[in-house]
């Protein structure tokens, strides 16, 4: 793998002479347990005639025609850096937490969460790239953007793998949809093409503490976190408002995150 933000590539777009007999885009079809060297997790696929496809991977068998749920809970944990980073860095030494042993750039198309340790602020990056390391070890990973501002050892991070790495065939209402497999997939660990609703727009936001279990789908609060559905519609609570913010894709007020889908 490369370093990289993940890719968007739009199929019969203008000037695209479409319409061939076969083979226009016969890969959304497929399944592999080997990765696509064309794609990473998480790259989208838009075809203006068919949908938009996100190439992700199973956790567990998938049925087509049946919505595929994000089973991804984070990969680090709440941890306070140890190694520290000025403003304009590009990357950051991820501290020793427990952790599978990473191969380089396992982690491309992921998210890392950033708390500067004295304020609400939040810098959220997606991740280009990591360095190799053992089980529990640090390592370093690489972002899409500068820091605003320096890391210090009261700050903090979480990380996540893009969350379409750990999809399988719906099982709870507690768990997020990601959308519907376009083919059949018989297990864990195959490579394969999942239809969403909309590109993902993935954005951290604060969570009130009624963001667990259930409480998937977010409105928002008056001072901009998140708050539940039921908090809004039901017009009780002067500090929520009837506008749908969007839902969250993994972690809740009690985990890693949450990694959030702006509506």
Avoid at 138 to 147: E, K, Q, S
Avoid at 195 to 215: C, E, F, M, N
């Amino acid at each position: 793998m490369a370093r990289g933000a993940n890719r968007i590539s739009i199929l019969q777009s203008a000037g695209y002479v479409g319409g061939q007999k076969h083979g226009l885009w016969d890969f959304i079809y497929t399944t592999s347990t080997t990765k696509d060297p064309l794609y990473n997790i998480g790259d989208v696929v838009v075809i203006p005639s068919r949908g938009i496809f996100v190439y992700s991977k199973s956790a567990d068998a998938c049925i087509s025609g049946q919505g595929a749920e994000f089973t991804y809970t984070g990969y680090i944990p709440y941890t306070e850096f140890t190694v520290t980073a000025d403003v304009g860095d590009r990357s950051v030494t991820v501290p020793a937490a427990t952790h599978a042993a990473l191969a380089t750039d396992e982690l491309r198309n992921g998210f890392i969460w950033i708390y500067d340790g004295s304020t609400n602020n939040v810098q959220f990056r997606q991740i280009l790239g990591n360095d190799s390391a053992a089980a529990n070890a640090a390592f370093v990973v690489y972002l899409d953007g500068p820091l605003t501002e320096a890391v210090t050892t009261s700050s903090a991070c979480e990380v996540c793998q893009n969350p379409y790495a750990a999809l399988r065939t719906g099982t709870s209402a507690s768990l997020p949809k990601a959308g519907v497999p376009t083919v059949k997939v018989t297990a864990a660990n195959v490579y394969f093409w999942c239809q969403v609703g909309r590109l993902p727009s993935y954005a951290w936001l604060a969570p009130q503490y009624t963001i667990i279990d259930k409480q998937i789908g977010a409105c928002w609060r008056h001072d901009g976190t998140l708050d539940t559905v039921g908090n809004g519609v039901d017009g009780e609570n002067d500090y929520v408002s009837t506008q749908y913010a969007g839902h969250t894709i993994a972690g809740n007020y009690e985990g890693i995150g949450p990694l959030f889908q702006l509506a």
